[in-house]
Protein backbone atom coordinates (compact mmCIF):
# COMPACT_ATOMS: atom_id res chain seq x y z
CA UNK A 1 0.00 0.00 0.00
CA UNK A 2 1.37 3.44 -0.97
CA UNK A 3 2.61 5.33 2.04
CA UNK A 4 -0.06 6.86 4.49
CA UNK A 5 -0.12 10.96 5.06
CA UNK A 6 0.87 12.42 8.15
CA UNK A 7 -1.33 15.02 10.06
CA UNK A 8 1.88 17.42 9.23
CA UNK A 9 1.98 16.77 5.55
CA UNK A 10 -0.25 16.98 2.48
CA UNK A 11 -2.20 14.39 1.07
CA UNK A 12 -1.65 12.79 -2.38
CA UNK A 13 -2.20 14.66 -5.19
CA UNK A 14 -2.18 17.88 -6.87
CA UNK A 15 1.32 18.11 -7.90
CA UNK A 16 2.44 15.69 -4.83
CA UNK A 17 3.29 12.23 -6.12
CA UNK A 18 4.35 11.94 -2.24
CA UNK A 19 4.72 12.32 1.11
CA UNK A 20 8.59 11.56 1.36
CA UNK A 21 9.83 13.83 4.52
CA UNK A 22 12.01 16.55 3.30
CA UNK A 23 15.03 14.82 5.43
CA UNK A 24 14.56 11.65 3.69
CA UNK A 25 13.40 8.37 4.72
CA UNK A 26 14.63 5.02 4.21
CA UNK A 27 12.50 2.09 2.02
CA UNK A 28 13.06 -1.47 0.38
CA UNK A 29 12.74 -1.87 -3.33
CA UNK A 30 9.10 -2.59 -2.43
CA UNK A 31 8.49 -0.28 -0.05
CA UNK A 32 9.59 2.57 -2.69
CA UNK A 33 8.03 0.88 -5.76
CA UNK A 34 4.66 0.92 -4.08
CA UNK A 35 4.72 4.45 -3.33
CA UNK A 36 5.42 5.41 -6.93
CA UNK A 37 2.08 3.61 -7.80
CA UNK A 38 0.14 7.27 -7.54
CA UNK A 39 1.73 8.18 -10.69
CA UNK A 40 0.71 5.21 -12.69
CA UNK A 41 -2.74 5.56 -11.14
CA UNK A 42 -2.40 9.18 -12.30
CA UNK A 43 -1.53 8.05 -16.23
CA UNK A 44 -4.29 5.47 -15.91
CA UNK A 45 -7.09 8.01 -14.61
CA UNK A 46 -5.87 11.06 -17.20
CA UNK A 47 -6.15 8.81 -20.21
CA UNK A 48 -8.93 6.85 -18.82
CA UNK A 49 -6.89 3.37 -19.57
CA UNK A 50 -7.82 0.00 -20.47
CA UNK A 51 -7.06 -3.54 -19.43
CA UNK A 52 -5.48 -3.73 -23.15
CA UNK A 53 -3.43 0.03 -22.89
CA UNK A 54 -2.03 -2.32 -19.83
CA UNK A 55 -0.55 -4.71 -21.89
CA UNK A 56 1.31 -1.55 -23.97
CA UNK A 57 2.74 -0.15 -20.81
CA UNK A 58 3.74 -3.17 -19.42
CA UNK A 59 5.99 -3.90 -22.91
CA UNK A 60 7.33 -0.49 -22.48
CA UNK A 61 8.68 -1.30 -19.10
CA UNK A 62 9.82 -4.60 -20.45
CA UNK A 63 11.57 -2.91 -22.84
CA UNK A 64 13.17 -0.16 -20.74
CA UNK A 65 14.68 -2.38 -17.88
CA UNK A 66 16.16 -4.88 -20.94
CA UNK A 67 19.43 -5.13 -22.07
CA UNK A 68 19.94 -4.92 -25.76
CA UNK A 69 16.60 -3.81 -26.44
CA UNK A 70 15.74 -0.62 -29.22
CA UNK A 71 14.52 1.23 -25.87
CA UNK A 72 16.75 0.25 -23.38
CA UNK A 73 18.02 2.45 -20.40
CA UNK A 74 21.10 0.69 -19.96
CA UNK A 75 23.05 -0.07 -23.18
CA UNK A 76 25.54 -1.96 -21.46
CA UNK A 77 26.59 -5.44 -23.64
CA UNK A 78 28.18 -8.23 -21.68
CA UNK A 79 29.49 -11.35 -23.67
CA UNK A 80 32.84 -13.87 -22.45
CA UNK A 81 35.16 -11.41 -23.06
CA UNK A 82 33.46 -8.84 -20.87
CA UNK A 83 35.15 -7.59 -17.63
CA UNK A 84 34.05 -9.53 -14.38
CA UNK A 85 32.59 -6.08 -12.74
CA UNK A 86 30.97 -5.58 -16.52
CA UNK A 87 29.31 -8.98 -16.27
CA UNK A 88 28.00 -9.45 -12.76
CA UNK A 89 26.19 -5.64 -13.12
CA UNK A 90 25.09 -6.98 -16.47
CA UNK A 91 23.46 -10.04 -14.69
CA UNK A 92 21.87 -7.81 -11.94
CA UNK A 93 20.68 -5.72 -14.68
CA UNK A 94 18.74 -8.78 -15.50
CA UNK A 95 17.83 -10.04 -12.76
CA UNK A 96 16.78 -7.24 -11.22
CA UNK A 97 14.84 -5.69 -14.55
CA UNK A 98 12.57 -8.82 -15.10
CA UNK A 99 11.86 -8.82 -11.39
CA UNK A 100 10.72 -4.90 -11.68
CA UNK A 101 8.84 -5.62 -14.82
CA UNK A 102 6.52 -8.43 -12.85
CA UNK A 103 5.87 -5.97 -10.51
CA UNK A 104 4.63 -3.26 -12.97
CA UNK A 105 2.58 -5.59 -14.78
CA UNK A 106 1.13 -6.89 -11.28
CA UNK A 107 0.55 -3.12 -10.72
CA UNK A 108 -1.15 -2.31 -13.95
CA UNK A 109 -3.75 -5.06 -13.34
CA UNK A 110 -4.51 -4.39 -10.19
CA UNK A 111 -4.78 0.03 -10.32
CA UNK A 112 -7.37 -0.59 -13.50
CA UNK A 113 -9.35 -2.68 -11.51
CA UNK A 114 -9.13 -0.88 -8.10
CA UNK A 115 -7.85 2.55 -8.11
CA UNK A 116 -5.79 4.47 -5.62
CA UNK A 117 -8.09 7.01 -4.25
CA UNK A 118 -6.17 10.75 -4.32
CA UNK A 119 -8.15 13.05 -1.78
CA UNK A 120 -6.62 16.12 -2.95
CA UNK A 121 -7.55 15.74 -6.29
CA UNK A 122 -5.63 14.68 -9.99
CA UNK A 123 -1.66 14.38 -9.52
CA UNK A 124 -0.35 17.03 -12.15
CA UNK A 125 3.44 16.71 -11.86
CA UNK A 126 6.26 18.36 -13.72
CA UNK A 127 8.81 15.55 -14.84
CA UNK A 128 12.11 16.65 -16.52
CA UNK A 129 13.00 14.03 -19.72
CA UNK A 130 15.39 11.98 -19.08
CA UNK A 131 15.51 10.78 -23.16
CA UNK A 132 13.92 7.36 -22.61
CA UNK A 133 12.97 5.89 -25.74
CA UNK A 134 9.24 4.67 -26.25
CA UNK A 135 8.06 1.98 -28.03
CA UNK A 136 6.02 2.86 -31.29
CA UNK A 137 2.71 2.08 -29.36
CA UNK A 138 3.67 3.53 -25.82
CA UNK A 139 4.17 6.77 -27.91
CA UNK A 140 0.64 6.57 -29.82
CA UNK A 141 -0.72 5.91 -26.04
CA UNK A 142 1.18 8.47 -24.45
CA UNK A 143 1.41 11.48 -26.59
CA UNK A 144 -1.23 10.41 -29.24
CA UNK A 145 -5.06 11.75 -29.90
CA UNK A 146 -5.72 9.54 -26.50
CA UNK A 147 -2.77 11.02 -24.19
CA UNK A 148 -1.53 14.55 -23.94
CA UNK A 149 1.11 16.41 -21.13
CA UNK A 150 -0.11 15.97 -18.04
CA UNK A 151 -0.36 11.54 -19.20
CA UNK A 152 3.16 11.97 -20.65
CA UNK A 153 4.90 13.78 -17.43
CA UNK A 154 3.33 11.01 -15.11
CA UNK A 155 4.47 8.35 -17.01
CA UNK A 156 7.59 9.83 -17.80
CA UNK A 157 7.86 10.33 -13.52
CA UNK A 158 6.94 6.88 -12.83
CA UNK A 159 9.54 5.25 -15.24
CA UNK A 160 12.68 7.40 -14.18
CA UNK A 161 11.96 6.54 -10.92
CA UNK A 162 11.75 2.55 -11.66
CA UNK A 163 14.80 2.94 -13.90
CA UNK A 164 16.48 4.89 -10.90
CA UNK A 165 15.74 2.11 -8.53
CA UNK A 166 17.00 -0.74 -10.58
CA UNK A 167 20.59 1.47 -10.67
CA UNK A 168 20.61 1.90 -7.25
CA UNK A 169 20.12 -1.91 -6.99
CA UNK A 170 23.15 -3.03 -9.14
CA UNK A 171 25.64 -3.39 -6.57
CA UNK A 172 23.63 -5.67 -3.99
CA UNK A 173 23.35 -8.93 -4.23
CA UNK A 174 20.43 -9.20 -1.61
CA UNK A 175 18.80 -6.09 -3.65
CA UNK A 176 15.12 -6.55 -1.97
CA UNK A 177 17.09 -5.83 1.53
CA UNK A 178 18.69 -3.03 1.09
CA UNK A 179 17.44 0.49 2.47
CA UNK A 180 17.25 3.01 0.27
CA UNK A 181 17.50 6.63 1.03
CA UNK A 182 14.40 8.19 -0.59
CA UNK A 183 13.84 12.51 -0.62
CA UNK A 184 10.80 14.27 -1.51
CA UNK A 185 12.46 13.88 -5.20
CA UNK A 186 12.05 10.30 -5.12
CA UNK A 187 15.38 8.92 -6.47
CA UNK A 188 16.58 11.93 -8.52
CA UNK A 189 18.75 12.79 -5.95
CA UNK A 190 21.16 9.90 -6.82
CA UNK A 191 21.24 11.24 -11.14
CA UNK A 192 24.60 12.59 -10.73
CA UNK A 193 26.45 9.87 -8.59
CA UNK A 194 24.32 7.58 -11.04
CA UNK A 195 26.06 8.92 -14.23
CA UNK A 196 28.96 9.17 -13.08
CA UNK A 197 28.46 5.15 -11.91
CA UNK A 198 27.42 3.84 -15.52
CA UNK A 199 29.90 6.46 -17.28
CA UNK A 200 32.43 4.33 -15.99
CA UNK A 201 30.95 0.97 -16.41
CA UNK A 202 29.97 1.92 -20.10
CA UNK A 203 32.91 3.45 -20.86
CA UNK A 204 35.66 1.67 -18.98
CA UNK A 205 36.32 -0.85 -16.78
CA UNK A 206 34.77 0.05 -13.90
CA UNK A 207 36.75 0.06 -10.16
CA UNK A 208 35.23 -1.22 -7.23
CA UNK A 209 35.70 1.49 -4.68
CA UNK A 210 33.54 3.19 -7.69
CA UNK A 211 30.85 0.83 -6.97
CA UNK A 212 31.14 0.54 -3.40
CA UNK A 213 30.39 4.37 -3.86
CA UNK A 214 27.46 4.56 -5.55
CA UNK A 215 26.18 1.91 -3.22
CA UNK A 216 26.74 4.14 -0.47
CA UNK A 217 25.52 7.41 -1.94
CA UNK A 218 21.97 5.12 -2.77
CA UNK A 219 22.07 4.16 1.46
CA UNK A 220 23.30 7.07 2.76
CA UNK A 221 22.98 9.90 0.41
CA UNK A 222 26.63 10.62 0.52
CA UNK A 223 29.51 8.92 -1.35
CA UNK A 224 33.42 7.77 -0.42
CA UNK A 225 35.90 9.14 -2.98
CA UNK A 226 36.85 6.41 -5.74
CA UNK A 227 39.77 8.40 -6.47
CA UNK A 228 41.06 12.05 -6.15
CA UNK A 229 39.70 15.07 -7.89
CA UNK A 230 40.54 18.49 -8.28
CA UNK A 231 44.38 19.01 -7.41
CA UNK A 232 46.61 15.83 -8.39
CA UNK A 233 46.45 13.56 -5.15
CA UNK A 234 43.88 16.04 -3.20
CA UNK A 235 41.51 14.12 -1.72
CA UNK A 236 37.57 14.22 -2.28
CA UNK A 237 36.20 15.82 1.01
CA UNK A 238 33.12 13.58 0.70
CA UNK A 239 35.16 11.18 2.27
CA UNK A 240 38.13 8.16 1.09
CA UNK A 241 37.63 5.36 -1.05
CA UNK A 242 36.92 2.11 0.65
CA UNK A 243 36.04 -1.65 -0.25
CA UNK A 244 32.72 -1.17 2.23
CA UNK A 245 30.95 1.28 4.19
CA UNK A 246 28.64 1.28 7.44
CA UNK A 247 25.40 3.29 7.75
CA UNK A 248 22.72 2.98 10.25
CA UNK A 249 21.71 -0.06 10.84
CA UNK A 250 23.58 -2.19 8.94
CA UNK A 251 26.98 -2.59 7.06
CA UNK A 252 27.83 -2.73 3.88
CA UNK A 253 30.29 -5.20 2.05
CA UNK A 254 31.56 -7.25 -0.47
CA UNK A 255 30.04 -10.56 -1.13
CA UNK A 256 32.31 -13.21 -0.71
CA UNK A 257 32.65 -12.75 3.25
CA UNK A 258 29.46 -14.95 3.09
CA UNK A 259 29.81 -16.72 -0.19
CA UNK A 260 32.80 -19.67 -1.37
CA UNK A 261 35.87 -17.64 -2.77
CA UNK A 262 35.88 -20.10 -5.94
CA UNK A 263 32.31 -18.89 -6.41
CA UNK A 264 31.21 -15.34 -4.97
CA UNK A 265 31.40 -11.92 -6.88
CA UNK A 266 34.39 -10.71 -7.26
CA UNK A 267 32.88 -6.82 -7.15
CA UNK A 268 28.92 -7.30 -5.94
CA UNK A 269 28.38 -5.91 -2.28
CA UNK A 270 25.65 -7.05 0.35
CA UNK A 271 23.82 -5.48 2.75
CA UNK A 272 24.05 -7.08 6.40
CA UNK A 273 21.74 -5.68 9.04
CA UNK A 274 23.35 -3.94 12.08
CA UNK A 275 22.12 -2.56 14.82
CA UNK A 276 25.02 -1.40 15.91
CA UNK A 277 26.07 0.75 13.56
CA UNK A 278 24.87 4.09 13.69
CA UNK A 279 26.93 6.26 11.79
CA UNK A 280 28.59 6.35 8.25
CA UNK A 281 31.99 4.85 8.44
CA UNK A 282 33.89 3.68 5.48
CA UNK A 283 35.94 0.87 5.73
CA UNK A 284 39.79 1.39 3.78
CA UNK A 285 42.71 -0.95 3.25
CA UNK A 286 46.11 -0.69 4.95
CA UNK A 287 48.14 -0.51 1.73
CA UNK A 288 46.65 2.22 -0.98
CA UNK A 289 49.06 1.22 -2.88
CA UNK A 290 50.07 -2.82 -2.66
CA UNK A 291 53.14 -2.50 -5.25
CA UNK A 292 55.28 -0.74 -2.38
CA UNK A 293 54.34 -3.84 0.40
CA UNK A 294 57.93 -5.62 1.21
CA UNK A 295 57.68 -8.86 -0.01
CA UNK A 296 58.73 -12.60 0.58
CA UNK A 297 59.78 -14.95 -1.98
CA UNK A 298 57.48 -18.07 -1.22
CA UNK A 299 61.14 -20.36 -1.67
CA UNK A 300 62.54 -18.46 0.87
CA UNK A 301 59.61 -20.04 3.62
CA UNK A 302 60.15 -23.39 4.78
CA UNK A 303 58.72 -25.87 2.49
CA UNK A 304 55.45 -27.66 3.18
CA UNK A 305 55.41 -30.62 6.02
CA UNK A 306 52.61 -31.87 7.50
CA UNK A 307 49.13 -29.78 7.04
CA UNK A 308 48.18 -28.13 9.88
CA UNK A 309 44.84 -28.46 10.34
CA UNK A 310 41.66 -25.92 10.24
CA UNK A 311 42.94 -22.85 11.01
CA UNK A 312 40.12 -20.56 12.93
CA UNK A 313 39.59 -16.85 11.44
CA UNK A 314 37.49 -14.15 12.62
CA UNK A 315 36.92 -10.47 11.01
CA UNK A 316 37.78 -8.43 13.92
CA UNK A 317 37.17 -3.88 12.91
CA UNK A 318 39.42 -1.88 14.11
CA UNK A 319 38.84 1.86 15.67
CA UNK A 320 37.04 4.73 13.28
CA UNK A 321 39.24 7.38 12.38
CA UNK A 322 38.43 10.21 10.41
CA UNK A 323 35.26 8.34 9.28
CA UNK A 324 37.36 5.52 8.18
CA UNK A 325 38.49 2.19 9.76
CA UNK A 326 40.35 -0.86 8.46
CA UNK A 327 39.59 -4.26 9.65
CA UNK A 328 41.46 -7.50 9.68
CA UNK A 329 41.15 -11.35 9.15
CA UNK A 330 42.78 -12.51 12.59
CA UNK A 331 43.66 -15.90 12.34
CA UNK A 332 44.85 -18.44 15.27
CA UNK A 333 46.51 -21.98 15.50
CA UNK A 334 47.78 -23.55 18.58
CA UNK A 335 47.54 -20.21 20.46
CA UNK A 336 49.74 -18.27 17.71
CA UNK A 337 48.10 -15.85 16.02
CA UNK A 338 48.36 -13.99 12.21
CA UNK A 339 46.54 -11.00 11.04
CA UNK A 340 45.76 -10.18 7.44
CA UNK A 341 44.18 -7.09 6.38
CA UNK A 342 40.55 -7.31 5.35
CA UNK A 343 40.98 -4.65 2.67
CA UNK A 344 43.87 -6.42 1.20
CA UNK A 345 41.95 -9.93 1.50
CA UNK A 346 39.47 -8.71 -0.58
CA UNK A 347 41.67 -7.08 -2.94
CA UNK A 348 43.41 -10.38 -3.28
CA UNK A 349 40.17 -12.45 -4.21
CA UNK A 350 38.99 -9.61 -6.90
CA UNK A 351 42.41 -10.04 -8.75
CA UNK A 352 42.49 -13.90 -8.24
CA UNK A 353 42.28 -16.25 -11.43
CA UNK A 354 40.11 -19.09 -11.64
CA UNK A 355 39.60 -21.88 -13.62
CA UNK A 356 37.04 -22.88 -16.52
CA UNK A 357 33.84 -23.64 -15.00
CA UNK A 358 34.08 -21.17 -12.23
CA UNK A 359 34.91 -17.92 -14.42
CA UNK A 360 36.40 -19.42 -17.13
CA UNK A 361 39.58 -17.66 -16.95
CA UNK A 362 41.55 -20.38 -17.20
CA UNK A 363 40.93 -22.19 -20.53
CA UNK A 364 39.90 -25.82 -19.74
CA UNK A 365 42.19 -27.33 -22.72
CA UNK A 366 45.22 -25.62 -21.38
CA UNK A 367 47.77 -28.14 -21.02
CA UNK A 368 48.37 -29.54 -17.55
CA UNK A 369 51.54 -28.43 -15.07
CA UNK A 370 52.77 -30.18 -12.38
CA UNK A 371 54.25 -27.51 -9.63
CA UNK A 372 55.72 -28.28 -6.91
CA UNK A 373 54.33 -27.88 -3.36
CA UNK A 374 55.38 -24.32 -1.55
CA UNK A 375 55.16 -23.28 2.05
CA UNK A 376 52.07 -24.54 4.08
CA UNK A 377 49.33 -22.54 4.53
CA UNK A 378 50.04 -21.12 8.14
CA UNK A 379 53.30 -20.06 6.94
CA UNK A 380 52.98 -18.17 4.49
CA UNK A 381 49.86 -16.39 6.35
CA UNK A 382 52.81 -15.42 9.19
CA UNK A 383 55.16 -13.94 6.16
CA UNK A 384 56.49 -10.81 6.23
CA UNK A 385 54.64 -8.82 3.74
CA UNK A 386 53.31 -10.19 0.52
CA UNK A 387 54.43 -13.51 -0.39
CA UNK A 388 55.31 -13.88 -4.74
CA UNK A 389 57.62 -16.20 -6.70
CA UNK A 390 59.59 -15.76 -9.50
CA UNK A 391 60.82 -19.13 -9.57
CA UNK A 392 57.99 -20.56 -11.49
CA UNK A 393 54.69 -21.80 -10.74
CA UNK A 394 54.40 -23.09 -6.58
CA UNK A 395 51.17 -24.66 -4.69
CA UNK A 396 49.74 -23.34 -1.67
CA UNK A 397 47.71 -26.13 -0.24
CA UNK A 398 44.46 -25.21 1.21
CA UNK A 399 42.24 -27.82 1.47
CA UNK A 400 40.55 -28.26 4.60
CA UNK A 401 40.61 -24.28 5.08
CA UNK A 402 37.35 -22.58 5.57
CA UNK A 403 36.47 -19.98 3.43
CA UNK A 404 37.70 -16.96 6.02
CA UNK A 405 41.05 -18.78 5.61
CA UNK A 406 41.25 -19.12 2.04
CA UNK A 407 40.27 -15.33 1.88
CA UNK A 408 42.93 -14.02 4.46
CA UNK A 409 45.24 -16.57 2.42
CA UNK A 410 44.66 -14.35 -1.05
CA UNK A 411 45.66 -10.98 1.08
CA UNK A 412 49.00 -12.41 1.98
CA UNK A 413 49.83 -13.57 -1.37
CA UNK A 414 50.84 -10.52 -3.87
CA UNK A 415 47.62 -10.40 -6.26
CA UNK A 416 48.96 -10.46 -9.53
CA UNK A 417 49.09 -14.16 -10.69
CA UNK A 418 47.52 -15.86 -8.02
CA UNK A 419 44.77 -18.76 -9.34
CA UNK A 420 42.38 -20.25 -7.14
CA UNK A 421 42.39 -23.93 -8.00
CA UNK A 422 39.63 -27.04 -6.44
CA UNK A 423 41.50 -29.94 -5.60
CA UNK A 424 39.56 -32.04 -7.69
CA UNK A 425 40.94 -31.31 -10.66
CA UNK A 426 44.25 -31.13 -12.38
CA UNK A 427 46.26 -27.32 -12.45
CA UNK A 428 46.38 -25.95 -15.82
CA UNK A 429 49.06 -23.51 -16.83
CA UNK A 430 47.21 -20.88 -18.16
CA UNK A 431 48.65 -18.42 -21.18
CA UNK A 432 51.56 -16.76 -20.78
CA UNK A 433 51.19 -13.20 -19.30
CA UNK A 434 53.26 -10.22 -20.60
CA UNK A 435 54.76 -7.96 -18.44
CA UNK A 436 56.65 -4.44 -19.12
CA UNK A 437 59.63 -6.01 -17.47
CA UNK A 438 59.68 -9.01 -18.66
CA UNK A 439 60.16 -10.37 -14.71
CA UNK A 440 56.71 -10.77 -13.17
CA UNK A 441 55.87 -13.16 -10.53
CA UNK A 442 55.10 -16.63 -11.43
CA UNK A 443 52.16 -18.17 -10.68
CA UNK A 444 51.11 -19.29 -7.05
CA UNK A 445 48.31 -22.29 -7.23
CA UNK A 446 46.23 -22.08 -4.10
CA UNK A 447 44.42 -25.32 -3.96
CA UNK A 448 41.13 -25.30 -1.82
CA UNK A 449 38.24 -27.56 -1.58
CA UNK A 450 36.07 -28.04 -4.54
CA UNK A 451 32.43 -26.41 -4.40
CA UNK A 452 29.68 -28.33 -2.51
CA UNK A 453 26.83 -29.45 -4.59
CA UNK A 454 23.63 -27.83 -3.33
Keep these: MPIAPTPSTPALGGSRWNTFPAAGTALTAREFFTATEPLLQGVIDDNALTAADGEVL ?16 LPLAVGPGSAPAARELGAQAEEIGHELASW ?21 VRSHCYGHLLTPPATDLLLGRRGGPVTMQLYNEWLHQVVLLRDALLPFTNWQDV ?66 FEASGGTVLPAVLDQPPLTAPRY ?14 THVAELRDYYAAPRTLVEHLPPATAAPGPL ?26 ARVDLGQALRGHRFAHRPDGATGDVPADAPVADPP ?27 GQGDLVVLALLGRLYP ?8 DRPVTHPAERATASGNGPSRLVVRIDPPQAD
Design 373 to 399: AAADVWTALRASGLVWTQAGDAVLDAT
Design 416 to 423: ENVTLHPA
Design 179 to 244: PLLITPTGLRHIEPARDAFLTELLVRRIRHASIVAFARHAVTGTSGSSGSSGTLGAPNPSGPAGYG
Design 104 to 124: AAAALERLLADRIALPAGPLV
Design 312 to 337: TGRVVAGPVAGGARTAAIELTHDGAT
Design 268 to 281: LLTWRPDPAADETV
Design 58 to 73: EAQIRATLALGSRETS
